[in-house]
């Protein structure tokens, strides 16, 4: 009996592999048996990728900030995740780990605050106010500081290996005259979008005790240069922007790759369609989907990229 049920159960269980292999096939490889037509670029195959694709979005989105948003720049930033990113790349170059200081956090809050009211991006603003103002208003005292924004990351950690990815920025983080940090992340609309800055001041307190550091202090100060959105090569820009792309949105583009793949095998079987598909234009039915399928990736990793440094 109970070899009669095992035999049972594996021919169920080789039934099942069978039915699988056969609908993956049928979905994914163009061949006599769906008439060279892959079900994966037939309309309901592209809508059901499209629908997975919305709700990994949603998902996504309300999962990691609580906003629901399909094409939207979801960040989870946290400033206790920035310092453990940027302790371990200092470590990593045999530096002292930096200390959180409670007047730069508030120093880095109040100078992304003023970004957002003035609409600006820079370390200067348009009326000339510099970066080390902030730092005297919050009364921190420096020898030396240094300033990093980011903006419209997704993580901690891309918005760190941005940092480390350009020379200026990497210099503030691997600077060994550094003791303090102070972190701001601050949500808000810059020039009309949605956007999330990331504000990191470091330092090194006064060896003597000034009253207040002013906005001319005089002091070896170190800070990077934005690169300012949208300005310079295409290709530049959109290596940046995928940088900062989400989870979610890689893996919409991963189900795309995918689609434009089966798409492309299938323009390759164009001449084995079924007559009255060779006789209109659905003979190129896989070419125009292969387009399509680049042309909804562009836009999805321009609309939810776009991280800047």
Request: aromatic share 8%; no cysteine; net charge positive.
């Amino acid at each position: 009996m109970k070899t009669t049920q095992k035999r049972t159960n594996r021919k169920k269980a080789t039934t099942l592999q069978t039915k699988v292999r056969t609908h993956i096939k049928h979905a994914l490889v163009p061949h006599k048996g769906n008439h060279y037509r892959p079900h994966l670029v037939r309309l309901h195959g592209i809508t059901a990728v499209l629908v997975l694709a919305v709700v990994m979005q949603l998902a996504y989105g309300f999962f990691s900030s609580g906003r629901v948003e399909v094409l939207g720049r979801v960040s989870s930033i946290s400033a206790s995740d920035l310092l453990a990113d940027t302790n371990t790349q200092r470590e990593q170059d045999s530096l002292p780990d930096l200390k959180v200081n409670d007047a730069l956090n508030n120093a880095a809050f109040a100078k992304a605050k003023d970004m957002f009211a003035n609409n600006y991006w820079a370390h200067t603003s348009p009326t000339g106010v510099t970066p080390w103002k902030w730092l005297g208003d919050a009364g921190y005292n420096y020898d030396v500081a240094g300033e990093n924004l980011a903006k419209n990351y997704a993580t901690a950690q891309t918005t760190v290996d941005a940092w480390m990815a350009s020379p200026t920025h990497r210099a503030n983080i691997l600077n060994g005259k550094y003791q303090d940090v102070g972190f701001a992340v601050v949500d808000g609309t810059l020039d009309g979008r949605p956007t999330t800055l990331v504000v990191a001041y470091y330092g090194a307190p006064a060896t003597t005790a000034v009253e207040g550091a002013k906005d001319s202090k005089p002091a070896a100060v170190v800070y990077a240069a934005p690169v300012e959105q949208g300005v310079g090569n295409p290709l530049t820009y959109f290596g940046t922007a995928l940088q900062s792309l989400t989870p979610a949105t890689l893996g919409t583009l991963a189900l795309l790759t995918l689609v434009g793949a089966v798409a492309a095998a299938a323009h390759h079987y164009r001449k084995k369609l079924p007559v009255a598909w060779r006789r209109s234009w659905k003979l190129h039915h896989g070419m125009y989907t292969l387009a399509g399928t680049v042309g909804l990736a562009l836009i999805i990793v321009f609309a939810t990229g776009g991280g800047s440094i």
